[in-house]
């Protein structure tokens, strides 16, 4: 049977999605009775390759210099019709949502997005994914090969340790374009040292219903209490009061937090999706009727502005 092809940026390292990424690529591979091939796009540092090699099969490094969509969609293509795999994964990020539909045409494949669970039918690979903003699971059976599928972030446990193995880490031999449609003007780095907000454990998230950027200020407090990452609702990205990294929902980032604190969002349906892999969810709003109340594990109805405050002195108490 063909290999089961991960594909991992050399720029994210070896992280929390990569991770199930790989643990995905692993169970569907034993499915398979194939292989599992890694994929390097970029330059990995000796930890990344030391980490992907301990869990894949083969793992082929296409150092492409920095991304670029059609050179990078060229050197996955040529890979991929290299090794003729039953399936190709991607992690959660803008690159590999880019990629994935044009990779599978340029294969003759099949695609779909945000899976949510992998596995092999009579030779087909289906996936499970969230439809009608969460209210309803897909079951997905992709009828050409190979599939291509870019998976949920935190979805997937991590592939199991392989230290026994010693494992090949080769570089590609790649003929790429030297003439591409679209030019990069201009790459901006966001500023500031938080980890990813798909990877963190606790999110502090702020909505509409905080009525203005000031509020952000009092919920970094709680956040900096609880050690937890701040987030927002897309109407507070769209305002402008947030970055808009820190959205979540169904056209930002989808997380899988312990605890999603949600202060002041009423729960649009978009929003719910990209929560709905949290273990708990907490929600304070004015709102008795809030959609948000329907999906949380604990609930306050009352104004945020009386019950931040006050979770806020009672935290520092009993940090005390």
């Known amino acids: ?48 390759k030391a980490a992907v090699a301990a869990v894949a099969d083969a793992v082929t490094i296409a150092d492409i210099g920095d991304y670029q969509t059609e050179i990078c969609l060229s050197a996955l293509t040529q890979i991929c019709k290299t090794l003729a795999p039953q399936a190709v994964l991607l992690s959660n990020d803008f690159y590999s949502q880019e990629l994935a539909p044009r990779l599978a045409h340029r294969l003759g ?55 026994e193995a010693t494992t090949a880490i080769q570089p590609a031999t790649l003929d790429l374009p030297t003439r591409v449609s679209t030019t990069i003007i201009e790459r901006k780095v966001e500023a500031g040292d938080e980890a990813r907000l798909e990877d963190a454990k606790v999110i502090v998230s702020g909505g509409r219903g905080l009525g203005s950027p000031e509020p952000f200020n009092e919920l970094q407090k709680l956040a900096n209490i609880l050690g937890a990452q701040m987030a927002a609702s897309r109407a507070a990205c ?16 989808k997380v899988a937090p312990g605890l999603y604190l949600a202060v002041a969002i009423h729960g649009a349906s978009q929003h719910l999706a990209g929560i709905s892999d949290a273990k708990n969810i907490a929600a304070i709003n004015i709102d008795k009727d809030a959609p948000i109340f329907k999906q949380c594990r604990f609930g306050i109805v009352e104004d945020y502005r009386k019950v931040v405050p006050l979770l806020i002195a009672r935290l520092n108490a009993l940090k005390k």
């Open 238 to 253: 769209d305002a402008g009061w947030v970055p808009p990294s820190w959205q979540v929902g169904q056209t930002g980032k």
């Open 109 to 163: 494949g099949s695609a779909v997005a945000d899976g949510l669970a992998l596995n092999l039918v009579e030779g087909k690979v289906r996936v499970n994914r969230s439809v009608y903003g969460g209210k309803a699971m897909a079951t997905i059976e992709l009828q050409r090969s190979p599939a291509v599928v870019w998976l949920r972030a935190r979805a997937f446990d991590p592939a199991p340790l392989r230290p």
């Open 1 to 48: 049977m063909n290999d089961v092809i991960i594909s991992l940026f050399a720029s994210a390292g070896y992280d929390r999605a990569a991770q199930g990424v790989a643990g995905a690529g692993r169970r569907l591979a034993a499915d398979c009775g194939a292989q599992l091939h890694a994929v390097i796009i970029g330059a990995p540092d000796a930890a990344m």
